[in-house]
């Protein structure tokens, strides 16, 4: 897969050939320096953008040939979607905010409530519910991010950066809470981190360079220190 | 229906999430909406007085018999208009012009005690009151049956001595009920009793002299026209047609009046209700495309703002179609919200003004259909249309956008297609203005291309934006202290969100240009008019041969030259205004040729004046005012089928002349025809030859040329003293009265030019604010490497004068544009060749008060930047 876009007048190559498959439910960490591709990667396999050159398949369904309503219509229903910035409508509540994609769904009123109540609920966040976003933790609103991402229990998962804004206690707090999701609900989640730490809560992690993958490693409690020196090399 | 349900959601929490900023969005739809109702409510209410006030004057009475060319007719017509079947009561009546004196022999009243005011002569104070009202002779015994008189206070007159008098005359005499009141008439002087006081039927424009009642065989004695008449008023049967009535008995009157139905009078001013109607419709379109202006900056502005969180919405599985119809929803609240407040406003401060006013306003309030639809269409427009464009940028919106830190650069194209598709508009208006037809053309014009003009202009404001950045920029930066640069590249990152605040600001400056460009043209052009002999005497039911006698005779009268008013149909063409919608009516100026051209400067323009006069002394032509070449190209050799009722004669133009002053003169002193008309533009005849065909050989003006040893103010007492019931006006009087007509209504349109620009501030505020708001992050960024906070401010305060500055020329250019227009149409509909005049000191204040509104706007973002600390404006900049 590849894919290029045009900066003033340069056009660079963001992904050079990615060949990326994973079958298997778990929790999946994409590394890489800055500039690699890593979030390039990641709006392609959420459906946000298209590539150049190659295919994605998703759950069976090739998602470089649907159309802009297609694409909208997986992304509300199949694919759950998690930001560093968070990026709640601060307009609204947090259990307005996490019932959005049934809001969208036209999921009635009353069903919507009882289902995002009982999302806050297990995310310990159901006395936040009325609560907008100026009035919650860093942690709360992603929290929240995540309620919102995985209301409709899609199958895949894309977090961006997403404890990039964290303090170290909460980064952990909401990773287990991703590790949880992603072995309790039987959910494939790709993460984009550039931070070891976070990576080593996944069980696979594949290290981009300049467009290409340039290692997958399966990760357990023993090579975390390896994941640490390959990601530390691709950052010098 | 799912779909709508979420746009539905959306559009409700961006509302309730941005409350002020709905709140004076809602308020500025609210604002046009309550606007449209109040002036098209006042309308109807004057409207309904005047109406009223006719249908009282008219009485119960089913048709009538007049003089159309405000003659006399002998009373032998009413003795056989009694004796035809059908006919339940007849009554007639004789109108004349009579002063009346209170000797005031009782104490002065307080305001008027020479201790309290030593600067006045105590003999002026002492003067009897004097007042000329109208006087009605009528039959005591049979008028109220026609007619109800209101809050009657004393008795009903029945000696031939008695007056009943209106609260408006009794005002000015101060008389009370029993009071007596000397009547001069010649060298006659006859004494009346007040027997009764009513409450009149006052209202705006149509009189400002009082109504007395007397008996009829009286008011004809002192006149010394005994058994003469100037109308008789029939009450029919239950069971007679009043047109069939009339056109029964058409030809048993003699030729010179008319049998009609008592309604016809309401004709011509059917006509004038009509183009209200018109004006009202036009008024209201621009109204809420103003309105629709400021939704489209500030719901664009919102769309730009909350980019990231459409992004999300989009991220999350949100359609484009749910954005944008979001974004319609949003637009529909604003116009529900306008309308809920909007109507009860407008027709409460209706209510308001017919209170203030009521004395004047005999029908009260009243509730305009009309004005209640255009009201609510035209909210329901403006929040629609207004937020099409924003749609559209919302639903352009890509997922991806949420991950972008900024918005992007804007393209150089669509500044050219907006420039281009601005200039297409303008194109379009000044292209419907060819169209051949006038009625076409006008309907086209108002309807259409007003509003593509202001639309036009709405989009060059972008462009301009640049051209006044890149001009003005540079020496503003240099003023400010800001580094260079910085300010143009800010004004420029966002064009259109800048421009569209440039050109909904421009409206109230295109008002205030226009119309005081258009008042001070046509200002010029009347008062290059008033030239004439020193004075003019007038009196509306003709002056009496010993009042022309009392003034010819007065030591510094030097010459005089009579002149006959006739208001006069014409039949065979449209010479004003739009078909169907423009009077027919024309003043119809008799005299002796020889003495008016020799005492006025009057200037031929097309025609041989010698082989004009004798063919005009023949009866064989007329002349015409210029305005008739103006407006239609009618000019020397066309034919004009003049008259009124069964007389109607053939013209040809001898002549065309410019005698501007006496038309004006004969407006401003309210001459109209019996149609409820006033009648336009002059046409000229032998007197003569008037008195023989229409007969009337009244003389309703005398003009008057002074010797130089005698002052104005002396000459006119002196005159009205001499030859009580008539008025006397110099040329200064008449064009101090022009001057204060003039400037009457150009205070009235500052004050909406004025209104519109507050309320396009006031709205324009809060989208200057939500811009500053949305650019925290760049502020808190340039305050933490180190710009100060005084710079911050002087940034804001510059951008908002390139803002202000592009407002002020695109309200200018469009200003002169619409001017330019007025003064096509005041030389297409009414003949007049004004010159266009830019309002230099007008325009400027305009600016200065554009300026400092603009400023002033922004101060709460100034504040809200140079406040908080840069990690705050950091942090609410990327927290959207």
Known sequence: MTKSYTLGRRSIEALRGIDLEITKPGFHAIMGPSGSGKSTLLHLLAALDRPDQGEIEINGRRIDRMNESQLTMFRRHHIGIVFQQYNLLSTMSALENVTLPALLDGMPRSQRIDLGMNLLTTLGLADRAEHRPDALSGGEQQRVAIGRAILFEPSILYADEPTGNLDSQTSEQVLNLLATLARERNMIIVMVTHEPAAAAHCQRASILRDGRIVHTIDVHEGNVGELATRALQLDR | ?880
């Open chain 2, 1 to 880: 229906m799912k779909e709508m349900s979420a746009s539905w959601q959306l559009a409700l929490s961006s509302l309730i999430g941005k409350r002020w900023r709905t709140a004076l969005m809602a308020g500025a739809v609210a604002l046009a909406s309550a606007l449209v109702v109040a002036v098209s409510c006042s309308i109807v209410s004057v409207q309904a007085s005047i109406e009223h006030a006719l249908m009282w004057f008219l009485g119960a009475s089913d048709a009538r018999i007049v003089h159309p060319f405000n003659g006399r007719f002998d009373e032998s017509i009413l003795d056989t208009a009694r004796t035809w079947e059908g006919v339940a009561v007849a009554t007639g009546r004789f109108g004349l012009q009579l002063t009346l004196t209170h000797p005031l022999t009782q104490t002065s009243p307080p305001d008027k005690d020479p201790d309290k005011d030593p600067d006045k002569d105590p003999d002026e104070l002492q003067a009897p009151l004097q007042s000329t009202p109208n006087a009605v002779g009528v039959e005591f015994d049979l008028v109220r049956r026609f007619r109800v008189f209101r809050d009657l206070e004393g008795t009903w007159p029945d000696e031939a001595n008695e007056l009943l008098l209106d609260d408006f005359t009794a005002d000015e005499l101060q008389a009370e009920v029993g009071d007596t009141l000397s009547v001069a008439i010649d060298d006659k002087t006859e004494s009346f009793i007040v027997a009764g006081i009513y409450n009149s039927q006052k209202f705006f424009g149509t009189r400002q002299r009082g109504l007395i009642e007397m008996d009829l065989h009286t008011l004809q004695r002192i006149a010394g026209m005994n058994r003469k008449l100037t109308s008789i008023y029939l009450i029919l049967d239950d069971d007679i047609d009043a047109q069939a009535f009339c056109d029964a008995h058409y030809d048993e009157v003699p030729e010179q009046v008319s049998l009609e139905r008592s309604d016809m009078v309401r004709s011509g001013f059917d006509r004038q209700i009509q183009g209200t109607r018109l004006g009202l419709l036009a008024g209201s379109i621009l109204t809420f495309m103003c309105a629709s202006f400021i939704i489209v900056t500030g719901l664009t502005t919102s769309v730009s703002e909350r980019q990231r969180d459409l992004a999300i919405t989009r991220c999350v599985g949100g359609s484009r179609g749910q954005l944008f119809a979001s974004q319609i929803y949003f637009g529909a609240i604003l116009s529900g919200l306008g309308i809920v407040i909007g109507l009860p406003l407008g027709i409460a401060l209706a209510g308001v003004l017919a209170w203030y006013y009521r004395d004047s306003l005999p029908a009260g309030l009243q509730v305009s259909g009309l004005g209640l639809s255009l009201s609510m269409l035209g909210a329901l427009g403006a929040g629609l249309l207004g937020a099409i464009y924003p749609a559209y940028l919302a639903s352009r919106v890509p997922p991806l956008q949420a991950m972008a830190a900024r918005a992007r650069p804007p393209s150089w194209r669509v500044v050219m297609v907006m420039g281009l598709i601005g200039l297409g508009l303008v194109a379009l208006q000044v292209g419907l203005f060819q169209l051949p037809d006038p009625t076409q053309r006008f309907h086209a014009y108002a309807y259409v291309g007003i509003p593509a003009l202001h639309l036009g202009a709405f989009l060059l404001a972008v462009p301009l934006l640049y051209l006044v950045t890149w001009f003005a920029g540079p020496l503003l930066s240099a003023l400010l202290r800001i580094p260079a640069g910085m300010m143009t590249r800010s004004v420029l990152a966002t064009p259109y969100r800048n421009g569209f605040t440039a050109g909904a600001l421009m409206v109230g400056i295109s008002i205030l240009v226009s119309t005081w460009s258009n008042s001070l043209s046509l200002l010029n052009h009347w008062l290059s008019t008033v030239q004439f002999a020193d004075g003019i005497a007038f009196r509306i039911v003709g002056i009496t041969e010993s009042q022309r006698a009392a003034i010819e005779s007065m030591p510094f009268v030097t010459r005089s030259c009579p002149l006959r008013y006739l208001p006069l149909q014409v039949f065979n063409r449209q010479v004003f205004g739009l078909e169907n919608m423009g009077p027919r009516t024309v003043k119809c100026f008799s005299t002796d040729l020889d003495i008016f051209f020799e005492i006025n400067p009057v200037r031929w323009i097309e025609g041989d004046p010698e082989i004009a006069l004798e063919r005009l002394k023949r009866g064989e032509g007329i002349l015409v005012a210029d305005r008739f070449t103006n407006a239609k190209n009618i000019g020397v050799g066309d034919v004009l089928t003049l008259g009124s009722g069964k007389v109607r004669h053939d013209y040809e133009i001898l002549g065309v002349i410019d005698v501007g002053w006496l038309e004006i003169t004969a407006q401003l002193f309210g001459m109209r025809s019996t149609y409820m008309e006033l009648a336009v533009s002059g046409i000229f005849m032998d007197g003569d030859v008037v008195a023989e065909r229409y007969g009337n050989s009244d003389i309703h003006f005398l003009q008057v040329e002074l010797s130089d040893d005698i002052d104005d103010a002396e000459a006119s007492r002196q005159i009205m003293a001499a030859a009580p019931g008539i008025l006397f006006w110099t040329t200064r009087d008449v064009r101090d009265r022009v001057n204060e007509i003039a400037f009457t209504t150009m205070a009235i349109q500052s004050v909406i030019a004025f209104a519109a620009l507050a309320l396009s501030s006031l709205a324009m505020g809060n989208v200057i604010l939500a811009n500053i708001r949305a650019r925290s992050y760049e502020f808190g960024v340039l305050r933490a490497v180190g710009g100060m906070r005084g710079l911050l401010a002087r940034l804001i305060f510059g951008e908002a004068t390139i803002i202000a500055l592009t407002a002020a020329l695109t309200g200018t250019l469009l200003g002169m544009h619409l001017a330019w227009v007025g003064a096509e149409n005041y030389r297409e509909l009414a003949g007049l060749d004004v010159k266009l005049v830019f309002p230099t000191i007008p325009a400027l204040i305009g600016v200065a008060v554009l300026l400092l509104l603009t400023l002033l706007a922004t101060l709460p973002g100034v504040w809200s930047v140079v406040h908080p600390r840069p990690s705050s404006l950091i942090a609410a900049g990327r927290n959207g």
